[in-house]
């Protein structure tokens, strides 16, 4: 039983670059979210989506694109690269008011 | 006013001790509430959720009091394992995107 998903689990890349975080779940969960962890900031949600082919933004979802086309998968798209968009970024998925199960996490830095 | 504040410690207690955490959240149409424990540089993993009533999973006791909007974690017995960050996350019923997290407590048990 894989729960979440999170590839890659370290990553680095210069300003500009684009890349695609990836995250899938086989627990058939309806929802999933994408956070960021920074020192002192606790998790902030970044985007989710309740169901296939609905997302919607969370509180910081400036420069990151998403998509649902499965249940199962959830990708996070860094358009162009921010030395602000260094940090640890965690898929979640859950059901409805119940808690959520995480992923490993991406540890990005961008340089 | 953050959504769920937590005492950031850091709490050093000696194996052995009895060390307690407290939570409060500021929505009162909060309905579901957890805690989860987070190692250095690892995913969240729920250590518990919370009930109304109170609840008990061996050496961890969580605490609700709805009227105060205040969350608790009691930890008997510290081990050294136990020592990581602790965090409060509270949910609105029914919402997709209301899994609000405290920024953690981080505790050290010494030996």
């Known amino acids: 039983n894989a729960g979440v998903t999170q590839t890659p689990k370290f990553q680095v890349l210069k300003t500009g670059q684009s890349m695609t975080l990836q995250c899938a779940q086989d627990?058939?969960?309806?929802?999933m979210s994408w956070y960021r962890q920074d020192p002192g900031m606790g998790l902030r949600l970044i985007h989710y989506?309740?169901?296939?082919?609905?997302?919607d933004q969370g509180e910081v979802p400036n420069g990151y694109n998403v998509s649902r086309s499965t249940t199962e998968d959830f990708p996070l798209r860094l358009l162009s690269a921010a030395p602000s968009q260094t940090s640890v970024y965690f898929c979640?998925?859950?059901?409805?008011?119940?808690?959520?199960?995480f992923g490993q996490g991406t540890r990005l830095t961008v340089v | 006013r953050k959504e769920v504040e937590q005492d950031p410690g850091p709490f050093n207690v000696p194996e052995g001790a009895t060390v307690a955490f407290n939570c409060t959240y500021s929505?009162?149409?909060?309905?579901?509430f957890f805690w989860y424990r987070q190692d250095c540089r690892k995913e969240p993993k729920l250590l518990m959720s919370v009930y109304s009533s109170g609840n008990e999973d061996g050496r961890f006791t969580a605490q609700l009091n709805r009227a105060s909007q205040y969350i608790s974690l009691l930890i008997r017995d510290s081990k050294l394992s136990d020592s990581a960050t602790y965090l409060c996350v509270v949910l609105l019923s029914g919402s997709a995107r209301q899994l609000t997290f405290g920024s953690g407590t981080q505790l050290t048990v010494l030996p």
């Open positions: 627990m058939n969960h309806e929802y």
């Open positions: 979640a998925s859950r059901r409805l008011n119940t808690e959520a199960f």
């Open positions: 989506s309740v169901g296939a082919g609905i997302t």
């Open positions: 929505n009162s149409a909060s309905q579901s």
